[in-house]
């Protein structure tokens, strides 16, 4: 048995011999030889003028409250502008997409919408502003809280926007 495993070795070792290997290394030293890389030249480089800006003598191009000031002489607004001077409701501190609808409930004929935030169960109805945008609940129904919100365009143009709190299943019933 030791004399196969040894005749068995030498028949393995002899096949690593170097047969093949030498024409690979000649061919690949012709190739290398044959091939020039091709490297374009940098364009030159464009020269900066730099611009001085005198910000002593003008006034400043982006403070946004002298923006908005010449925004409200140009524009009057139109009946879409909210009412900057109404008291804000408490859900006007949350933005829309922080709100979840998770059911409805009527009392003395009034349909209120339940809207969680956080942990929390809020109790709306239509009439009550919610959302960061001026959102007014226009409607409650069982499967979904309408919200009118109104907003600024890239021009500054006030628009209305129709958001809906659809009712969201819970986790629970679905088990």
């Known amino acids: ?13 002899s096949a690593c011999g170097d ?3 030498q024409q690979v290394r000649t061919w690949m030293k012709e190739i290398d030889a044959q091939t020039r890389p091709t490297v374009k030249p940098l364009p030159e480089p464009k020269t900066f003028t730099p611009f001085a800006y005198a910000a002593n003598d003008v006034l400043d191009p982006f403070n946004p409250s002298k923006l ?21 409701e408490f859900l006007e501190s949350f933005p829309l997409d922080a709100m979840k609808m998770v059911g409805t409930i009527e ?32 409607g409650v129904d069982d499967d979904a809280i309408t919200v ?6 890239a021009a500054g ?6 958001s809906k709190l659809e009712l969201q299943e819970s986790k629970e019933s679905s088990k």
């Open 1 to 13: 048995m030791k004399k196969f495993a040894l005749v068995l070795c030498a028949l393995l070792l």
């Open 19 to 21: 047969s093949d290997v």
């Open 68 to 88: 908005l000031t010449e925004l409200a002489k140009n524009r009057p607004g139109g009946a879409q502008a909210p009412d900057q001077n109404r008291r804000k």
């Open 107 to 138: 009392k003395n004929r009034v349909v209120y919408g339940l809207v969680q935030i956080d942990r929390t169960v809020y109790q709306v109805r239509a009439g009550q502003y919610a959302g960061q945008n001026y959102g007014l609940i226009t």
């Open 148 to 153: 009118r919100e109104i907003v600024q365009d």
């Open 157 to 162: 143009d006030w628009v209305e926007r129709i």
